[in-house]
């Protein structure tokens, strides 16, 4: 019984994880074609917009592996993908968006209406979600200290499209990788500071895990609270 309501448990997050991404990206996506619009541009330029946002990427990542996780959890993609090394990189990279936007970009703007929604949505309600799942529903492991170097694959791979990108159509995402404005050794240097931040979250969230994953540690903690 109790791994049947764990299992309902994990089933409930994959439907809220992947509902609040999707919502999300519902609603920034007719923001933007609806902003686009006004200037003379289709669906198409609207998508490849939404594309340059590492926001949008991520949230998206997510409600295709919660989605596989929830309509096909038998399947080979859906156990591979509820691995925890797999679900441990997706709240490195969300938590990622969540922290960026709060600290870095929040104060740039004040989003009203049908954007605020999304805003919330993509950068505040699925990063809690996929944390809380994480704490509660995926097993802890001892993870190899090396993935917190190949999880940094992905944001490379982010970086060098929305560089290539931004070189052709002049149009960076993010204010600290304008590459235009700020020049290449500035644009190199925070790209530098990101794929550190990236690589001390991994490396964090692969300690936490191995503690976790130690006999005793989550009642050893327990009781760690209890004294407080």
């Not at 594309?51 to 993609?77: D, K, M």
């Not at 944390?131 to 944001?155: D, E, G, Q």
């Not at 931004?166 to 050794?185: E, H, I, T």
């Not at 790209?191 to 989550?218: D, N």
Request: proline share 5%.
């Amino acid at each position: 019984m109790p791994d049947e309501a764990h299992g309902k448990h994990g089933r409930i997050f994959h439907l809220a994880i992947a509902a609040s991404g999707l919502a999300g990206l519902i609603l920034q996506y007719q923001v933007t074609t609806d902003l686009l619009a006004l200037r003379g541009f289709g669906a198409g330029a609207a998508l490849l917009k939404l594309a340059s946002f590492f926001t949008i990427l991520t949230n998206l990542l997510l409600t295709v592996v919660h989605s596989v996780c929830l309509f096909a959890p038998g399947s080979r993609a859906g156990r591979s993908l509820a691995r925890p090394a797999v679900q441990t990189s997706l709240l490195l990279y969300i938590a990622v968006v969540g922290l960026v936007y709060s600290i870095l970009l929040a104060k740039l703007w004040n989003p009203q209406g049908m954007q605020w929604w999304a805003d919330h949505l993509l950068h505040h309600a699925t990063p809690f979600l996929q944390l809380v799942f994480w704490i509660t529903c995926v097993p802890k492991k001892r993870l190899p200290w090396s993935y917190a170097a190949a999880w940094l694959a992905y944001p490379a791979s982010y970086l060098v499209w929305i560089l290539a990108r931004g070189s052709q159509v002049a149009d960076y995402p993010y204010p600290f990788v304008n590459l235009d404005k700020l020049g290449l050794a500035r644009t190199l240097a925070n790209s530098a500071a990101m794929a550190v931040a990236f690589y001390c979250g991994g490396l964090l969230l692969i300690g936490l895990s191995r503690w976790l994953a130690k006999p005793g540690a989550i009642a050893s903690a327990g009781k760690m609270s209890d004294n407080f």
